[in-house]
């Protein structure tokens, strides 16, 4: 099924840790981003990615590192996790100034 | 720094009447506005997207208009019912570089339909 795919959806751990996301998106979408949701913040950009080996910054990307070897794949890493990245990430694809389409997210704690 | 400002407080709105949630913006200039509908525990979901160049944008019972003077964006629901309550994100987006460059979201409003 087409769809955009995220994993795991919820996620407990440590402090210091590395912790690694996962999105898989089958439309080919060019457009591939990461969103953080907090209450009292919305969403908020993390990184983001035009093409395959082609990714950037965006509002909030302390802390993380993405990759995208694969136009389908972009996983994000928090290299050691902190408290204040407990939220929920959601991963988006989209074309060129087009609709984007979300995951259902991963909810992730950080003890 | 940019700004985008959702009612934050929730709207309650009887069923069958028209719900009007704004969306306005300060140091944007956005080249194309979206709205987004968002469940508990799910991700965004994609509903409208105005051009800079347009006016107003109809699908079905919704309506969204686009006054890039006001700086301001009114997304309408006719006919409201019960299953349209959800939190609605407005976001903005803008050509940069050649290429998107994410979109910049509001905080969303709770919007409630009651029976």
């Known amino acids: 099924d087409a769809g955009i795919t995220q994993s795991p959806r919820y996620k407990i751990t440590e402090t210091g840790r590395q912790v690694t996301l996962m999105c898989h998106q089958t439309?080919?979408?060019?457009?591939m981003f990461w969103y953080r949701q907090d209450l009292g913040h919305g969403l908020r950009l993390i990184y983001y990615?035009?093409?395959?080996?082609?990714?950037d910054k965006g509002e909030v990307p302390d802390g993380y590192v993405v990759s995208r070897s694969k136009t389908e794949n972009f996983p994000l890493t928090l290299e050691s996790a902190t408290r204040s990245q407990t939220s929920v990430y959601f991963c988006?694809?989209?074309?060129?100034?087009?609709?984007?389409?979300f995951g259902q997210g991963t909810r992730l704690t950080v003890v | 720094s940019q700004k985008i400002e959702q009612n934050s407080e929730a709207l309650n709105i009887q069923e069958g009447k028209t719900a009007t949630l704004t969306c306005n913006y300060t140091n944007y200039s956005p080249a194309y506005l979206q709205w987004y509908r968002q469940d508990p525990g799910r991700g965004p979901v994609f509903l409208l997207l105005?051009?800079?160049?347009?006016k107003e944008k109809r699908k079905e019972r919704l309506k969204v208009t686009f006054d890039t003077t006001l700086k301001q964006s009114l997304f309408h629901i006719t006919a409201s019912q019960p299953a349209d309550s959800a939190t609605y994100l407005c976001?903005?987006?803008?050509?940069?570089?050649?290429?998107?460059?994410?979109?910049?979201f509001g905080k969303g409003t709770h919007l409630i339909i009651q029976p």
């Open positions: 439309w080919s979408h060019s457009y």
């Open positions: 105005i051009r800079e160049n347009e």
């Open positions: 976001a903005l987006g803008s050509y940069s570089g050649g290429g998107a460059d994410g979109l910049t």
């Open positions: 988006a694809s989209s074309g060129t100034y087009t609709e984007a389409f």
């Open positions: 990615s035009a093409a395959a080996d082609i990714t």
